[in-house]
């Protein structure tokens, strides 16, 4: 049963610790615009421990004290503070965990990815895709889920994009089935929502989501300017 007060599984003097990285990082998603009005959040998973961001919190004022701790067998919360709610976005970032192995997934509000997502018209008769490509910033994505390296200057950088819902978890299935048809994607995008970004450790989680955004706002510029993104 989880316990609110289980406080020695998010009080720790180590900066590397899941509880305190989250705040910080958090701290540093506000200053860039990604957090803003309580929006997006951070999961780590550590061992056999899913810590979580709360939901509706101020994510830049946020304490370690705040974290949800999940146990990832179970599912079951091992801590559940009582006076904050559960992140709306736990069925995704468990998505990550499970389907690929990551060790950490950011979601953040961007401008610049919800932007990108009102430029990439939807079809119907296929999946959503933003594509772009001769882009140095490309090359700080890996290459897919198992392979090997990163993409290189001339490979094509391909994010799916679903649409978004109501309520946040109803996205998992989405988001799960984007993971499917787009097998070595390292992101989804959520149209007029912003982006899920996970990797194998919260350093590779972190960077991605810095050149994806980094490569969006790119796009955007691209697009003011009448340059295409591939060839």
Not at 27 to 43: A, D, E
Not at 83 to 107: E, N, Q, V, Y
């Amino acid at each position: 049963m989880a316990d609110a007060n289980n406080e020695h599984l998010v009080r720790s003097d180590d900066p590397q610790h899941p509880a305190n990285l989250i705040c910080e990082l958090c701290r540093k998603f506000y200053t860039l615009g990604w957090v803003t009005g309580t929006g997006g959040g951070t999961s780590i998973r550590h061992h056999d421990h899913i810590y979580i961001a709360p939901s509706g919190v101020q994510k830049e004022l946020m304490a370690p004290s705040d974290m949800f701790v999940m146990d990832f067998n179970s599912r079951d919360y091992l801590r559940r503070p009582t006076s904050l709610k559960p992140s709306a976005c736990t069925p995704l970032f468990l998505a990550a965990f499970t389907k690929r192995g990551a060790g950490c997934c950011i979601h953040t509000h961007s401008q610049w990815a919800v932007l990108v997502t009102l430029l990439v018209e939807r079809d119907f008769g296929a999946d959503a895709c933003f594509e772009i490509e001769m882009i140095e910033q490309i090359k700080g994505i890996p290459k897919g889920y198992g392979k090997q390296g990163y993409l290189g200057y001339f490979d094509k950088l391909r994010i799916p994009i679903i649409e978004n819902t109501a309520h946040e978890e109803d996205l998992a299935e989405t988001l799960e089935q984007a993971m499917e048809n787009y097998p070595d994607t390292y992101a989804v995008l959520v149209r007029r929502h912003g982006i899920y970004v996970w990797g194998d450790n919260v350093q590779k989680a972190k960077t991605q989501c810095e050149s994806l955004d980094y490569i969006f706002q790119l796009a955007v510029e691209m697009k003011k300017l009448g340059l295409p993104w591939t060839k």
